[in-house]
């Protein structure tokens, strides 16, 4: 296969790290850079040897010329996605697509109609699917292993430290800035659950809050900013202890480190935890989003699932439990253990998973080998034609995400949401 062409456009971290995969695999080039920070504009530019001719300030620069490229990676913030989506696809790029797809139903909508309009290719980065380890699990489970699958126990472990940077400091902290907490890191886990069961949920519900990490949990005599506080050296969410604990580090450089300062030395930390987000007291911040949540959903088999998404764990693989009317699994992310009521027998299962850095859970490690996966599924369909190589299309994905639109309308009324209703949404 010719090498895929490719705009990047939003060279942030997620959007670096697809285009390092499709340009490691040798399966793309990287030809169009559009990104509003100059910083990152020039170093992607410089890193991935496009010419000044294709930099562009912003995905609107790129969308006023002609298609200079086969696809292109969208990866802005959240809510900034509905632009060059929908005006991309109509010049024709296919579309790799940072999740989720947009902050409203609306926005996700517009989306999917511009890809088939276009007919054009659009994969959503539900990450989760392509990993090897999920391979080996929906093979297990398509087997018949562990009989009808009746009942599924889902953790997805935020991790304290990933759950301040992230979703206290950091860019996903607010639903007016960002979206929901359940839409913006665990739309992968409501998308990969419903890819488990084959099917979409009929009705769900959803409880959980904001919790800990609020002004009234504040200790007493804590500082505004951990660098003058006199709590910091006993605080399980020290600022000043896990950036600087990132330096010499290239993984931990990278991410979390590259989304407080680019300059990678001891003083612009410091100089960045002074000023800067990233240097706040978690229960000083204007977050609003929860951290901690609970899904609950039936299925029209009868099949039931409980997702738990929490802040308040390690940062590890996600941990899910598989019930059947014949067997049991007990899956850790690595390891699947498989139960076989009809015999009494007990077998490890390896998933598949390298031990490398890309065996991690993290964005930082590749989700498991999901990111080097999805990228390079998305560059074969692109350059076959072929889409049988993505696991999910723009619908699919859209009626995943229309899961977790329900959930978070259950969660804030209180209420069973039916999916029946879904189509009625505008938001949540």
């Given at each position: 296969?010719?090498?895929?062409?490719?705009?990047?456009?939003?060279?942030?971290?997620?959007?670096?790290?697809y285009?390092?995969?499709?340009?490691?695999?040798?399966?793309?080039?990287?030809?169009?850079?559009?990104?509003?920070?100059?910083?990152?504009?020039?170093?992607?530019?410089a890193?991935?040897?496009v010419?000044?001719?294709?930099?562009?300030t912003?995905?609107?620069?790129?969308?006023?010329?002609p298609?200079v490229?086969?696809?292109a990676?969208?990866a802005t913030?959240?809510?900034l996605?509905?632009?060059?989506?929908?005006?991309?696809?109509?010049?024709?790029?296919?579309?790799l697509?940072?999740?989720?797809?947009?902050?409203?139903?609306?926005?996700?909508?517009?989306i999917?109609?511009?890809?088939?309009?276009?007919?054009?290719l659009?994969a959503?980065?539900?990450?989760?699917?392509?990993t090897?380890?999920?391979?080996?699990l929906?093979?297990?489970?398509e087997s018949?292993?562990?009989?009808?699958?009746?009942?599924?126990?889902?953790l997805?472990?935020?991790?304290?430290?990933h759950?301040?940077?992230?979703?206290?400091?950091?860019?996903?902290r607010?639903?007016?800035?960002?979206?929901?907490?359940?839409?913006?890191?665990?739309?992968?886990?409501?998308?990969w659950?419903?890819?488990?069961?084959?099917?979409?949920?009929?009705?769900?519900?959803s409880?959980?809050?904001?919790?800990?990490?609020?002004?009234?949990?504040?200790?007493e005599?804590?500082a505004?900013?951990?660098?003058?506080?006199?709590?910091?050296?006993?605080?399980?969410?020290?600022?000043?202890?896990?950036?600087?604990?990132?330096?010499?580090n290239?993984?931990?450089?990278f991410?979390?480190?590259?989304?407080?300062?680019e300059?990678h030395?001891e003083r612009?930390?410091l100089?960045?935890?002074?000023?800067?987000?990233?240097?706040?007291?978690?229960?000083?911040?204007?977050?609003d989003v929860?951290?901690?949540?609970?899904v609950?959903?039936?299925?029209?088999?009868?099949?039931?699932?409980s997702?738990t998404?929490s802040?308040?764990t390690?940062?590890?693989?996600?941990?899910t439990?598989?019930?059947?009317?014949?067997?049991?699994?007990?899956?850790d992310?690595h390891?699947?253990?498989?139960?076989?009521?009809r015999?009494?027998?007990?077998r490890?299962?390896?998933a598949?998973?390298?031990?490398?850095?890309?065996?991690?859970?993290?964005?930082?490690?590749g989700?498991?080998?999901?990111?080097e996966?999805?990228?390079?599924a998305?560059?074969?369909?692109?350059?076959t034609?072929?889409?049988?190589?993505?696991?999910?299309?723009?619908?699919?994905?859209?009626?995943?995400?229309?899961?977790?639109w329900?959930?978070?309308?259950?969660?804030?009324t209180?209420?069973?949401?039916?999916?029946d209703?879904?189509?009625?949404?505008?938001s949540?």
């Amino acid at each position: 296969m010719s090498a895929v062409t490719l705009a990047l456009v939003g060279s942030g971290l997620r959007g670096q790290s697809y285009a390092r995969h499709a340009v490691a695999s040798g399966m793309g080039r990287v030809t169009a850079v559009a990104e509003p920070d100059p910083y990152r504009r020039a170093a992607a530019a410089a890193e991935f040897g496009v010419p000044a001719e294709r930099v562009y300030t912003d995905w609107a620069e790129l969308a006023r010329h002609p298609r200079v490229a086969d696809a292109a990676v969208v990866a802005t913030q959240d809510q900034l996605h509905i632009g060059p989506a929908v005006r991309l696809a109509d010049l024709g790029y296919h579309i790799l697509l940072e999740k989720p797809m947009a902050t409203s139903e609306q926005d996700a909508v517009a989306i999917a109609e511009a890809a088939e309009r276009n007919k054009i290719l659009l994969a959503v980065c539900h990450v989760l699917r392509y990993t090897p380890y999920t391979r080996t699990l929906r093979e297990l489970l398509e087997s018949g292993a562990i009989g009808r699958l009746v009942s599924v126990q889902h953790l997805e472990p935020v991790g304290w430290w990933h759950h301040a940077h992230s979703f206290v400091r950091g860019n996903w902290r607010r639903q007016d800035t960002s979206a929901p907490m359940l839409l913006t890191k665990s739309c992968h886990d409501i998308d990969w659950l419903i890819h488990l069961f084959g099917e979409l949920p009929d009705r769900v519900t959803s409880f959980g809050g904001l919790t800990h990490f609020r002004a009234e949990e504040r200790p007493e005599g804590a500082a505004d900013r951990c660098l003058d506080c006199p709590l910091e050296p006993s605080c399980p969410y020290s600022a000043k202890r896990l950036y600087l604990g990132c330096l010499g580090n290239p993984d931990d450089e990278f991410w979390p480190l590259s989304a407080v300062t680019e300059e990678h030395t001891e003083r612009a930390v410091l100089d960045a935890l002074r000023t800067g987000p990233y240097g706040r007291c978690v229960y000083a911040c204007d977050n609003d989003v929860v951290d901690h949540q609970v899904v609950n959903m039936e299925f029209s088999s009868g099949a039931t699932c409980s997702f738990t998404m929490s802040a308040f764990t390690p940062m590890e693989h996600r941990r899910t439990r598989l019930l059947g009317t014949h067997g049991f699994v007990d899956g850790d992310g690595h390891t699947l253990r498989v139960v076989d009521f009809r015999t009494g027998e007990e077998r490890s299962v390896d998933a598949g998973t390298d031990t490398g850095a890309s065996a991690g859970p993290s964005a930082e490690d590749g989700h498991g080998g999901g990111d080097e996966a999805l990228t390079e599924a998305f560059l074969t369909a692109v350059s076959t034609g072929d889409a049988s190589a993505l696991r999910s299309d723009a619908a699919e994905s859209l009626a995943t995400h229309r899961v977790v639109w329900a959930a978070e309308r259950a969660r804030v009324t209180g209420t069973v949401v039916r999916l029946d209703d879904v189509a009625h949404l505008t938001s949540a």
